[in-house]
């Protein structure tokens, strides 16, 4: 029932996992921080691409970070300067117009695929970066593997493994930048939150400390409308699971996109590109400039491991 194939996009291997019966698919492009650029699934015998990938002229930059891993931080980090257990450090600046550090170190980096497994309920793949490269601006020893799979169901996984294979402590947060489209824009779809509560931020896109309340998006949910959205929604921590969720009244079709509080999965930002083709809802362990604020900063010992997972369906 599960295939797997393979060819070449914008000079980079891709791979293709599908699902003969169901038409269901998503493709991986490993060389490019092993992100996800398709995902198609079915409902009501209609299929739905649902992820807005890079197309050839993104690459090889993926400059919009298009469902790009966010390691050891999403959002930013001021001036990219942080201080952990009494050492500074000082990471590459790649948003010059607000001399930040954004979205991590590993978004473009070369996955190693070690396994695609098929069965009668589902197909996975599973990839691994590991940094065993010094480098001055986070020197330590990791581990990432991920673990994508596509249910018989229609449900995609994603699983995030961390590993701290050296001899320090090291600190990080975690995220998943996908950008999700349901029709040809986003202004007449309907966005169900699952927290009103969100981190102010300053001119330079950095959290002030203050916390702010966004109403109507919860329960029900509200139409995006005109309304922009670049936030970090803070999730009570007592949850076991969230939901973000999308819906097209038109079609009678929606994208529910669910995280594993449980698991530290404690925010999901949201963020509506100026094309408004598509919008990108990512879960993540914390907010903005973690590395600084400390806020919900995982730090792992020797030898331990963190995982959490990720989940997406039609409904």
Same mark, same amino acid.
């Given at each position: 029932m599960f295939v797997i194939k393979e060819?070449?996009?914008?000079? @980079?291997?891709?791979?293709?996992?599908?699902?003969?019966?169901?038409?269901?698919y998503f493709t991986v492009i490993p060389a490019r921080g092993a992100i996800i650029q398709?995902?198609?699934?079915?409902?009501?015998n209609k299929k739905y691409n649902i992820i807005d990938g890079v197309d050839e002229l993104e690459l090889p930059d993926n400059n919009k970070f298009k469902s790009s891993i966010l390691f050891p931080f999403p959002g930013r980090v001021e001036d990219g300067k942080y201080n952990f257990e009494n050492k500074n450090y000082q990471l590459e600046i790649n948003e010059l117009q607000l001399n930040n550090s954004l979205h991590g170190i590993v978004y473009n980096e070369i996955y190693e695929v070690t396994d695609i497994v098929s069965t009668s309920s589902k197909i996975s793949i599973e990839l691994n970066f590991q940094n065993e490269i010094i480098k001055d601006s986070f020197p330590f020893h990791f581990n990432i593997n991920l673990l994508y799979s596509?249910?018989?169901?229609?449900? *995609?996984?994603?699983? @995030?493994?961390?590993?701290? *294979?050296?001899?320090?402590n090291f600190p990080f947060g975690i995220g998943w930048h996908p950008y999700f489209k349901l029709g040809e824009d986003i202004d007449e779809l309907k966005l169900t939150l699952p927290a009103n509560q969100y981190d102010e931020l300053n001119k330079r896109n950095l959290p002030t400390g203050n916390i702010l309340n966004l109403e109507g998006f919860m329960n029900e949910g509200t139409l995006i409308k005109n309304k922009d959205f670049d936030s970090g *929604?803070?999730?009570?921590?007592?949850?076991?699971?969230?939901?973000?969720?999308?819906?097209?009244?038109e079609e009678n079709i929606?994208?529910?996109?669910?995280?594993?509080?449980s698991e530290g999965f404690l925010y999901t930002q949201i963020y509506t590109?100026?094309?408004?083709?598509?919008?990108?809802?990512?879960p993540q362990t914390c907010g903005a400039n973690v590395l600084n604020t400390k806020k919900h900063l995982i730090i792992l010992s020797p030898d331990q491991a963190w995982s959490g997972n990720i989940s997406v369906k039609l409904f």
């Open positions: 060819d070449i996009f914008a000079g @980079f291997n891709r791979i293709i996992l599908l699902n003969e019966q169901s038409g269901d398709d995902l198609c699934l079915s409902k009501n596509l249910s018989s169901t229609g449900e *995609f996984n994603v699983t @995030f493994s961390v590993l701290n *294979f050296g001899e320090e *929604f803070i999730i009570e921590e007592q949850k076991h699971l969230a939901s973000t969720k999308i819906y097209n009244q929606g994208i529910e996109i669910t995280q594993k509080v590109p100026q094309d408004r083709k598509s919008i990108a809802i990512e």
